[in-house]
């Protein structure tokens, strides 16, 4: 099958007809081909967008909001379709994708058809001067929405749904190694009635098509979620030319669990954050600190619970863990296992290739639990992204802060304690953008998304996406 472009509305070929293949990576095989679109198509794409800005950019709220909610709808009306689709493109369990990456994309949309609804700006009278100051916040005008493989249609149009919301025209480029629910979202965009132009989505690889988009001089914004090497590059192309930058990066997440958590409730919640989606999530706890009087019970009961996790085909119903996303992840995220043996950590379970009966080609990989002596080893230090996590304990409650504390990245955090002036010490000085206690990614999309230090500039959800999406311009009338 041959994906294509989506550009003023109409499916199209690449101008240059050059095609990538597209894996399935549960069973190692080619079942379809993208478009490796050139400057010369996102160059399309701008003409579409920046014509179809003016009508867009004025029609009424209550309208957009119709049109969202109705994209919302036909989402959930195909979930079966986009999850299959997704878990195939993916490798990650169906039912996976069936119970939040595809519900979450419809729920992305009728958030921003509402919140829009709800967006405020403010005024300021100035007393005693006789003039009042209101700000208006309008749309920037077409902007670029570049996304990762992990949860595909997820943040494709956790990014997009704002954006079209608060009036901008789009260029969106989903992760090539996943372009498939993008590829359908533009049939539901056209049969919800989204008007040609506001959205395009032109598929390829980063370093051309989401180049060419970064480079683009007419592109206001560009709202990026991947990798941190990724954001450099795009950070240090798009700031001379004062683009509006949104960058959503990696993670290092400390897991922190003290002796007087609900342990049971803990132990069920750190083996999904720790294995969920293949560990191919940017907010999984990768690095697990425990107090050193639970330590023993912790680990044993931890490795009991991770060797029954099923490592199986996406279509299984019993697979608790699906494919990793590419060959080339496999090998990155095996080199670390090696990384660590090398290093002085000891593999308490897992560490090896899993081969599927009948899908012997696949990417499967044992979830792998290993032990560290110091929170100084490059896999306590550096972002693997796959189904491995490190565990080691701690004595003092100074000790683990300055552990969780001393990675270059900062994207969230997650507590386990029934003690509520340490949550309250500990929150407020863990260096992280999110901060979980006793639970994990558990959203509300009202509140602000993203990380600090090396995990990000900026924020997503809520008001801050549509703050993001839209300039501020005051205006100061003397009365
Ligand atoms: P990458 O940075 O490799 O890619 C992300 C997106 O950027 C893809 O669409 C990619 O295209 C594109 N891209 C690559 N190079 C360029 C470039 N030079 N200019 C413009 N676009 C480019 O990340 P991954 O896809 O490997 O995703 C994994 C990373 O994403 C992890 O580090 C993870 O932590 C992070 N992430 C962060 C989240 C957050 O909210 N903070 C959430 C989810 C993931 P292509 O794939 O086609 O090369």
């Given at each position: 099958?041959h994906i294509?472009n989506?550009?003023?509305?109409n499916?199209?070929?690449p101008?240059?007809n ?20 050139s ?16 009508r ?11 049109i ?15 999850a ?14 069936k ?5 979450r ?6 958030f ?15 007393i005693g001067?006789?003039a ?9 005008g ?32 989903p ?6 629910t ?5 049939e ?17 690889l980063?370093t ?6 970064v480079?683009?001089s ?5 709202s990026?979620t ?10 240090r ?9 949104s960058?959503?990066?990696g ?5 922190i669990i003290f002796?007087?958590?609900d342990y ?6 750190t083996?999904?954050?720790s ?5 191919q999530?940017?907010?999984c ?20 619970r ?13 697979t ?13 995220v095996?080199s670390y ?6 290093e002085g950590g000891i ?14 080609n ?12 110091t929170d100084?080893?490059?896999?306590n230090?550096?972002e693997?992204f796959g189904?491995?996590v490190t565990i ?8 683990v802060?300055?552990m969780?504390?001393?990675v ?5 955090a ?15 000085k ?24 090396n995990?990000?500039?900026?924020r ?12 501020p ?7």
């Amino acid at each position: 099958m041959h994906i294509q472009n989506f550009i003023n509305g109409n499916f199209q070929n690449p101008l240059s007809n050059d095609w990538i293949p597209n894996y399935n990576p549960s069973s190692g095989d080619v079942y379809g081909q993208i478009p490796n679109s050139s400057k010369e198509d996102v160059d399309a794409a701008y003409e579409a967008a920046n014509l179809a800005f003016n009508r867009w950019s004025q029609t009424t709220l209550e309208e957009r909001s119709r049109i969202l909610l109705k994209i919302s709808e036909l989402i959930e009306s195909n979930l079966d379709r986009l999850a299959k689709a997704e878990s195939k493109d993916n490798g990650k369990p169906l039912w996976l994708a069936k119970a939040i990456d595809i519900p979450r994309a419809s729920s992305n949309f009728r958030f921003f058809a509402n919140a829009i609804t709800q967006f405020a700006s403010e005024s300021h009278e100035s007393i005693g001067q006789n003039a009042i100051n209101y700000t208006l916040r309008q749309p920037l005008g077409v902007v670029g929405c570049i996304s990762p493989w992990n949860l595909p249609l997820y943040l494709f149009t956790w990014k997009i749904a704002p954006a079209i919301a608060a009036g901008n025209c789009v260029i969106a480029k989903p992760s090539e190694v996943t372009p498939m629910t993008a590829y359908l979202l533009a049939e539901i965009c056209n049969e919800a009635g989204l008007p040609k132009g506001v959205l395009n989505i032109v598929h390829g690889l980063g370093t051309t098509t989401g180049q060419a988009i970064v480079e683009h001089s007419e592109i206001k914004a560009i709202s990026f979620t991947g990798g941190t090497s990724t954001g450099v590059h795009i950070a240090r192309t798009a700031a001379p030319m004062f683009k509006k930058l949104s960058l959503e990066l990696g993670g290092k997440n400390p897991n922190i669990i003290f002796a007087d958590c609900d342990y049971e409730d803990m132990l069920t919640t750190t083996v999904r954050s720790s294995f969920a989606n293949q560990g191919q999530i940017c907010l999984c706890g990768s690095r697990i600190f425990i107090e050193a009087s639970l330590y023993e019970k912790f680990k044993i009961d931890f490795i009991a619970r991770v060797t029954q996790l099923k490592v199986g085909h996406p279509s299984d119903t019993e697979t608790k863990v699906g494919a990793l996303v590419s060959k080339q992840h496999l090998e990155k995220v095996m080199s670390y296992i090696d990384i660590a043996k090398e290093e002085g950590g000891i593999v308490l379970t897992g560490g090896n290739k899993v081969k599927v009966k009948g899908y012997e080609n696949g990417y499967y990989l044992e979830p792998t639990i290993i032990e560290v002596t110091t929170d100084e080893c490059r896999v306590n230090q550096e972002e693997i992204f796959g189904p491995v996590v490190t565990i080691m304990p701690f004595t003092l409650e100074d000790q683990v802060l300055d552990m969780a504390n001393k990675v270059k990245y900062g994207l969230s955090a997650t507590l386990w304690t029934n003690d509520l002036k340490r949550t309250m010490r500990l929150s407020h000085k863990l260096q992280a953008g999110i901060v979980w206690v006793n639970t994990w990614l558990m959203r509300d999309l009202r509140t602000p998304f993203g990380g600090v230090k090396n995990s990000g500039v900026g924020r997503e959800g809520g008001f801050e996406a549509l703050r993001f999406f839209t300039e501020p311009k005051n205006v100061c009338i003397k009365y």
